[in-house]
């Protein structure tokens, strides 16, 4: 089993930038093959992927944040999410995800919130 917790969430004024982070435990090992990837679910919308770093160094963004974010993975088990020119549609609660070997592991989620 795995427990992802994120931190680094909080409010800021449009055009700021937020660092995010997430960190797993637990008894399952981690490999870096094991792709991670955030998510975020803003008011009214559907969870949604905002960056995956496949486990490969391969990464992948949407649309909406190429150029502003970047992914990185410090570990196995340990991966960034660094926000700059921060928009008021950035505004939601970011998820941290894992993929190991075909299960899925979500973290509780930090909220974003980016004011105009």
């Known amino acids: 089993q795995l427990q992802l917790v994120e931190s680094g969430g909080g409010l800021v004024q449009a055009g700021g930038s937020l660092n995010l982070s997430c960190v797993a435990f637990g008894s399952a090992t981690l490999y870096n093959i094991n792709p991670m990837a955030w998510y975020r679910q803003s008011p009214g919308k559907g969870r949604e992927m905002v960056a995956l770093?496949?486990?490969?160094?391969?990464t992948t963004y949407a649309e909406s944040v190429k150029g502003r974010f970047t992914i990185a993975r410090a570990s196995a088990a340990n991966v960034g999410l660094f926000m700059n020119s921060l928009q008021p549609e950035d505004t939601g609660v970011y998820y941290c995800n894992v993929d190991r070997f075909g299960t899925h592991y979500w973290g509780q989620g930090t909220q974003v919130t980016v004011a105009s």
């Open positions: 770093h496949n486990g490969r160094g391969a």
